[in-house]
Nanobody, 118 residues
Framework: QVQLVESGGGLVQAGGSLRLSCAVS????????MNWYRQAPGKQRELVAA???????NYADAVKGRFTISRDNAKNTVYLQMNSLKPEDTAVYYC????????????WGQGTQVTVSS
């Protein structure tokens, strides 16, 4: 069974930085995509950044140039470095991994709160 545990959320002032981590346990196979999503109050969950095992990372327009996703395959861990944070980045951030044949399987973390004060 695949489990994901996020850490690193918290309260930060606008302009500050945070680094989220997501540790993945269980078998996710060598071909997979690790993602960070976020969900703000009253809004739909949205994809923030993705890092495929065999491709380049990609980002939502709202975070390009400010956020960096990276992965350590040896540790089965994905990170999200968030710089120049804005109040509109306030949300619960979720780690997600897609894996298996056709990337048809998906697992989620429990989420970590990020609050950016103005």
């Amino acid at each position: 069974q695949v489990q994901l545990v996020e850490s690193g959320g918290g309260l930060v002032q606008a302009g500050g930085s945070l680094r989220l981590s997501c540790a993945v346990s269980g078998s996710i196979f060598s071909v997979n995509v690790m993602n960070w999503y976020r969900q703000a109050p009253g809004k739909q969950r949205e994809l923030v950044a993705a890092t495929p095992s065999d491709g380049r990372p990609n980002y939502a327009d709202a975070v390009k140039g400010r956020f960096t996703i990276s992965r350590d395959n040896a540790k089965n861990t994905v990170y999200l470095q968030m710089n120049s944070l804005k109040p509109e980045d306030t949300a619960v951030y979720y780690c997600n991994v897609r894996y298996g044949v056709g990337l048809s399987r998906s697992s989620w973390g429990q989420g970590t709160q990020v609050t950016v004060s103005s």
